[in-house]
Protein backbone atom coordinates (compact mmCIF):
# COMPACT_ATOMS: atom_id res chain seq x y z
CA UNK A 1 0.00 0.00 0.00
CA UNK A 2 1.39 3.39 -1.30
CA UNK A 3 2.14 6.08 1.85
CA UNK A 4 -0.46 8.73 2.85
CA UNK A 5 0.26 12.39 1.81
CA UNK A 6 0.96 12.54 5.44
CA UNK A 7 3.31 9.74 5.68
CA UNK A 8 5.20 10.80 2.92
CA UNK A 9 5.64 14.28 4.22
CA UNK A 10 7.96 13.65 7.22
CA UNK A 11 8.73 15.25 10.18
CA UNK A 12 9.85 18.85 8.90
CA UNK A 13 7.46 19.10 6.12
CA UNK A 14 3.57 19.49 5.86
CA UNK A 15 1.09 17.55 3.26
CA UNK A 16 -1.30 20.51 1.80
CA UNK A 17 -3.88 20.49 -1.03
CA UNK A 18 -4.75 23.08 -3.72
CA UNK A 19 -7.43 23.13 -5.40
CA UNK A 20 -9.87 21.58 -3.52
CA UNK A 21 -7.71 18.74 -2.85
CA UNK A 22 -6.76 18.03 -6.73
CA UNK A 23 -3.23 19.10 -5.99
CA UNK A 24 -0.80 17.69 -3.23
CA UNK A 25 2.08 20.12 -2.66
CA UNK A 26 4.79 18.95 0.25
CA UNK A 27 5.95 22.23 2.34
CA UNK A 28 8.82 22.70 4.88
CA UNK A 29 7.09 23.49 8.24
CA UNK A 30 9.31 26.46 8.85
CA UNK A 31 10.36 27.53 5.53
CA UNK A 32 8.83 28.95 2.35
CA UNK A 33 5.12 28.42 2.81
CA UNK A 34 2.65 28.46 -0.47
CA UNK A 35 -0.03 31.35 -0.43
CA UNK A 36 -2.05 32.44 -3.20
CA UNK A 37 0.35 33.82 -5.54
CA UNK A 38 1.36 30.67 -8.01
CA UNK A 39 -2.29 29.36 -7.22
CA UNK A 40 -3.36 33.05 -9.65
CA UNK A 41 -0.23 32.64 -12.09
CA UNK A 42 -1.26 29.13 -13.27
CA UNK A 43 -4.89 30.62 -13.99
CA UNK A 44 -3.23 33.14 -16.21
CA UNK A 45 -1.47 31.12 -18.35
CA UNK A 46 -3.21 30.71 -21.70
CA UNK A 47 -2.08 27.21 -22.34
CA UNK A 48 -3.80 24.70 -24.39
CA UNK A 49 -3.12 20.93 -24.27
CA UNK A 50 0.03 19.81 -26.18
CA UNK A 51 1.58 23.30 -25.28
CA UNK A 52 4.85 23.22 -23.48
CA UNK A 53 5.13 25.79 -20.28
CA UNK A 54 8.37 26.50 -18.32
CA UNK A 55 8.09 27.66 -14.55
CA UNK A 56 10.40 29.59 -14.21
CA UNK A 57 11.49 29.61 -10.14
CA UNK A 58 9.30 26.89 -9.13
CA UNK A 59 9.86 26.77 -5.84
CA UNK A 60 7.52 23.48 -4.15
CA UNK A 61 5.70 23.43 -7.60
CA UNK A 62 2.48 25.09 -6.68
CA UNK A 63 2.26 27.08 -9.97
CA UNK A 64 3.20 23.75 -12.08
CA UNK A 65 0.90 21.76 -10.94
CA UNK A 66 -2.49 23.97 -10.88
CA UNK A 67 -1.75 24.45 -14.22
CA UNK A 68 -1.26 20.93 -14.46
CA UNK A 69 -4.65 20.30 -13.20
CA UNK A 70 -6.22 22.67 -15.15
CA UNK A 71 -4.65 21.63 -18.42
CA UNK A 72 -4.59 18.13 -18.74
CA UNK A 73 -2.17 17.32 -21.50
CA UNK A 74 0.16 20.34 -21.04
CA UNK A 75 3.84 19.50 -21.04
CA UNK A 76 5.42 21.58 -18.10
CA UNK A 77 9.20 21.77 -16.69
CA UNK A 78 9.86 23.53 -13.54
CA UNK A 79 12.91 25.03 -12.53
CA UNK A 80 14.86 26.09 -9.78
CA UNK A 81 18.38 27.47 -8.16
CA UNK A 82 17.63 25.26 -4.68
CA UNK A 83 17.67 21.47 -4.96
CA UNK A 84 15.56 21.57 -1.64
CA UNK A 85 12.40 22.66 -3.71
CA UNK A 86 12.96 20.58 -6.47
CA UNK A 87 13.26 17.65 -4.42
CA UNK A 88 10.21 18.26 -2.86
CA UNK A 89 8.86 19.37 -5.91
CA UNK A 90 9.47 15.75 -7.60
CA UNK A 91 7.85 13.89 -4.90
CA UNK A 92 4.82 16.31 -4.77
CA UNK A 93 4.31 15.13 -8.81
CA UNK A 94 3.99 11.81 -7.47
CA UNK A 95 1.38 12.38 -4.79
CA UNK A 96 -0.32 14.64 -7.31
CA UNK A 97 -0.77 11.70 -10.11
CA UNK A 98 1.30 14.41 -12.54
CA UNK A 99 4.50 12.71 -12.65
CA UNK A 100 4.29 12.08 -16.42
CA UNK A 101 3.51 15.65 -17.19
CA UNK A 102 5.45 17.57 -14.79
CA UNK A 103 8.68 17.75 -14.74
CA UNK A 104 11.42 19.45 -12.26
CA UNK A 105 15.43 20.46 -12.24
CA UNK A 106 17.63 22.40 -10.68
CA UNK A 107 18.63 25.31 -12.97
CA UNK A 108 19.93 29.10 -12.26
CA UNK A 109 19.09 31.56 -15.02
CA UNK A 110 22.45 33.73 -14.58
CA UNK A 111 23.67 30.12 -16.37
CA UNK A 112 21.90 30.87 -19.48
CA UNK A 113 24.55 31.79 -22.48
CA UNK A 114 22.02 32.36 -25.38
CA UNK A 115 22.12 29.26 -26.75
CA UNK A 116 20.55 26.74 -24.07
CA UNK A 117 21.11 25.40 -20.33
CA UNK A 118 23.21 22.49 -21.54
CA UNK A 119 23.20 20.03 -18.64
CA UNK A 120 18.91 20.06 -18.90
CA UNK A 121 18.09 18.59 -22.15
CA UNK A 122 14.99 19.99 -21.92
CA UNK A 123 16.55 23.29 -22.91
CA UNK A 124 18.07 22.24 -26.35
CA UNK A 125 17.92 25.74 -28.10
CA UNK A 126 16.18 29.33 -27.36
CA UNK A 127 12.99 30.03 -27.75
CA UNK A 128 11.58 26.14 -26.58
CA UNK A 129 8.58 27.28 -25.11
CA UNK A 130 5.32 28.02 -25.91
CA UNK A 131 4.43 29.71 -22.65
CA UNK A 132 6.39 30.62 -19.23
CA UNK A 133 4.99 31.63 -16.14
CA UNK A 134 7.06 32.95 -13.35
CA UNK A 135 6.72 33.45 -9.83
CA UNK A 136 10.22 36.27 -9.28
CA UNK A 137 11.69 36.65 -5.62
CA UNK A 138 9.72 39.99 -4.31
CA UNK A 139 12.78 41.67 -2.58
CA UNK A 140 16.79 42.87 -3.00
CA UNK A 141 19.11 42.29 -1.36
CA UNK A 142 18.95 46.00 -0.29
CA UNK A 143 15.57 44.97 1.62
CA UNK A 144 15.42 44.92 5.60
CA UNK A 145 14.59 41.65 7.77
CA UNK A 146 15.90 39.30 5.32
CA UNK A 147 14.56 36.02 6.26
CA UNK A 148 16.60 33.34 8.01
CA UNK A 149 15.40 30.07 6.73
CA UNK A 150 17.44 29.08 3.75
CA UNK A 151 14.43 28.15 1.87
CA UNK A 152 12.37 30.90 2.71
CA UNK A 153 15.21 33.35 2.00
CA UNK A 154 15.59 31.62 -1.74
CA UNK A 155 12.11 31.99 -2.76
CA UNK A 156 11.69 35.68 -1.65
CA UNK A 157 15.00 37.76 -2.01
CA UNK A 158 16.82 38.21 -5.14
CA UNK A 159 20.05 36.23 -5.93
CA UNK A 160 22.13 36.04 -8.73
CA UNK A 161 19.66 37.38 -11.18
CA UNK A 162 17.84 40.63 -10.27
CA UNK A 163 14.32 41.20 -11.57
CA UNK A 164 15.02 43.01 -15.04
CA UNK A 165 17.74 40.70 -15.98
CA UNK A 166 15.22 37.55 -14.25
CA UNK A 167 12.67 38.96 -17.44
CA UNK A 168 14.89 39.28 -20.48
CA UNK A 169 16.69 36.09 -20.02
CA UNK A 170 12.61 34.26 -19.80
CA UNK A 171 12.26 36.32 -23.06
CA UNK A 172 14.84 34.89 -24.71
CA UNK A 173 12.96 31.16 -24.01
CA UNK A 174 9.84 31.78 -25.07
CA UNK A 175 8.86 31.34 -28.58
CA UNK A 176 8.00 34.47 -31.09
CA UNK A 177 4.22 34.75 -30.15
CA UNK A 178 4.34 33.13 -26.66
CA UNK A 179 3.33 34.60 -23.58
CA UNK A 180 5.57 35.70 -20.58
CA UNK A 181 3.32 35.65 -17.37
CA UNK A 182 4.35 36.08 -13.72
CA UNK A 183 3.14 37.59 -10.59
CA UNK A 184 5.04 40.33 -8.98
CA UNK A 185 4.69 43.21 -6.56
CA UNK A 186 2.67 45.58 -7.83
CA UNK A 187 5.04 48.64 -6.49
CA UNK A 188 7.68 47.47 -8.51
CA UNK A 189 5.33 47.44 -12.00
CA UNK A 190 7.95 50.66 -13.22
CA UNK A 191 10.85 48.09 -13.19
CA UNK A 192 8.69 45.53 -14.95
CA UNK A 193 8.07 47.79 -17.44
CA UNK A 194 11.67 48.89 -18.01
CA UNK A 195 12.61 45.51 -18.47
CA UNK A 196 10.21 44.97 -21.29
CA UNK A 197 11.32 47.89 -23.14
CA UNK A 198 12.54 47.33 -26.77
CA UNK A 199 11.56 43.84 -26.61
CA UNK A 200 7.91 43.39 -26.43
CA UNK A 201 4.94 45.52 -27.96
CA UNK A 202 3.30 45.67 -24.49
CA UNK A 203 1.80 44.02 -21.63
CA UNK A 204 -0.93 44.01 -19.51
CA UNK A 205 -1.40 44.73 -15.95
CA UNK A 206 -4.12 42.94 -13.78
CA UNK A 207 -4.05 43.78 -10.15
CA UNK A 208 -5.46 41.93 -6.81
CA UNK A 209 -7.40 44.30 -4.84
CA UNK A 210 -7.56 43.16 -1.14
CA UNK A 211 -10.78 44.56 -0.73
CA UNK A 212 -11.78 47.11 -2.80
CA UNK A 213 -10.88 48.16 -6.40
CA UNK A 214 -8.24 50.73 -7.11
CA UNK A 215 -7.11 51.08 -2.88
CA UNK A 216 -4.30 48.87 -1.48
CA UNK A 217 -2.94 46.46 -4.20
CA UNK A 218 -0.06 44.08 -3.53
CA UNK A 219 0.32 42.04 -6.18
CA UNK A 220 -0.26 41.93 -10.23
CA UNK A 221 -0.46 39.58 -12.61
CA UNK A 222 1.87 41.05 -15.64
CA UNK A 223 1.68 39.27 -19.19
CA UNK A 224 3.33 40.09 -22.39
CA UNK A 225 3.52 38.19 -25.88
CA UNK A 226 6.66 37.94 -27.05
CA UNK A 227 6.32 40.19 -30.37
CA UNK A 228 8.40 42.45 -31.96
CA UNK A 229 8.55 46.19 -29.91
CA UNK A 230 7.02 48.73 -32.64
CA UNK A 231 8.14 52.04 -30.69
CA UNK A 232 7.10 52.71 -26.88
CA UNK A 233 5.64 49.81 -24.98
CA UNK A 234 1.64 49.99 -24.56
CA UNK A 235 0.71 49.00 -20.96
CA UNK A 236 -2.68 47.82 -20.72
CA UNK A 237 -4.01 48.78 -16.95
CA UNK A 238 -7.11 45.83 -16.66
CA UNK A 239 -9.83 46.12 -13.79
CA UNK A 240 -8.40 43.44 -11.73
CA UNK A 241 -9.75 41.55 -9.43
CA UNK A 242 -11.11 42.13 -5.80
CA UNK A 243 -10.27 39.20 -3.51
CA UNK A 244 -11.77 39.43 -0.04
CA UNK A 245 -15.64 40.61 0.70
CA UNK A 246 -16.48 42.52 3.88
CA UNK A 247 -16.35 39.52 6.08
CA UNK A 248 -12.81 38.64 5.10
CA UNK A 249 -13.25 35.83 2.93
CA UNK A 250 -12.89 35.74 -0.17
CA UNK A 251 -15.42 36.21 -3.20
CA UNK A 252 -17.11 33.98 -5.41
CA UNK A 253 -14.25 34.96 -8.51
CA UNK A 254 -11.21 34.57 -6.16
CA UNK A 255 -13.01 31.20 -5.42
CA UNK A 256 -13.26 29.90 -8.93
CA UNK A 257 -9.53 30.53 -8.95
CA UNK A 258 -8.63 28.82 -5.44
CA UNK A 259 -11.09 26.11 -5.67
CA UNK A 260 -12.08 25.21 -8.68
CA UNK A 261 -9.39 26.02 -11.42
CA UNK A 262 -11.44 28.46 -13.42
CA UNK A 263 -8.57 29.71 -16.07
CA UNK A 264 -8.26 33.80 -16.05
CA UNK A 265 -7.80 35.58 -19.08
CA UNK A 266 -5.69 38.35 -19.53
CA UNK A 267 -5.34 39.25 -22.49
Known amino acids: MPPRPEQEAGP ?3 SD ?8 ILQ ?3 GYRTAIDPVFLAAAVPAIAGTRVLDVGCGTGAASFCLAARVPDAEITGIDTHSGFIELASRSAGLSGLSERVRFARADLKDYSGQSFGHIQSFDHIQSFDHIMTNPPYLTRQSGNLPAHPMKLAANVEA ?4 REWIVHCLHLVRPGGSLTMIHRYDRLAEIAAAFEGRVGGFSVFPLWPKAQGIGA ?3 LIQAMNAPAMGAVKRVELDGMVLHGPDGGYLPAAEDILRRAQALPLQ
Open 28 to 30: PLG
Open 218 to 220: KRA
Open 160 to 163: GVAL
Open 12 to 14: ELS
Open 17 to 24: QLLDGRVT
